[in-house]
């Protein structure tokens, strides 16, 4: 008999907690939310090609610099453009770039899917546009070493 009454209390308290719970399935359900779209500031905007949109697959710089600031060596990448932000804008790689690869040493370049925020406005249509620019900067580094993994 106890266990009877056990188990019909607990069946009880299951049900009534139940009929709370759809209160606030319904309060979920009804909620609303709005996205404000960013837009780019007007000094990251006069530095961006007009056809940078989110979702853009387009080609990047990775440039190693000295502690000076001076660029010493970089290569084109392969990368998406993610989210447009205030600020910047947040690029995702499709591909591995190496800049140097010596045993013992820390990475130096970046892995597929790794991202970065842009600011600097250097987005190029194709890698040839990308490697033309680094030729310029007088760092380009051709070793072969990207990989699309």
């Known amino acids: 008999m106890k266990n009877q009454i056990l188990i019909v209390s607990f069946v009880l308290a299951l049900f009534l907690s139940g009929c ?7 309060e979920v ?18 530095k961006m090609p007009d056809w940078v949109e989110e979702g853009k697959i387009c080609y990047g710089l990775v440039v190693q610099i000295t502690e000076d600031n001076v660029p010493v060596k970089g290569k084109a990448i392969k990368a998406k453009v993610v989210q447009i932000g205030e600020d910047a804008v947040k690029m995702k790689a499709l591909e591995t770039v190496s ?4 045993e013992g040493c820390s990475k130096m370049g970046i892995s ?5 925020d842009e600011n600097d406005g250097d987005f190029y249509l194709t890698r040839e546009e990308a490697i033309n620019r680094l030729k310029e900067m007088k760092v380009y580094k051709d070793s072969g070493k990207v990989t699309v993994d």
């Open 112 to 116: 597929k899917g790794e991202t970065w």
């Open 20 to 26: 709370n719970s759809s209160k606030k399935t319904d």
């Open 29 to 46: 359900a009804s909620y609303s939310y709005e996205e404000e779209k960013v837009e780019m500031s007007a000094e990251l905007k006069a």
């Open 99 to 102: 800049l140097m690869e010596v």
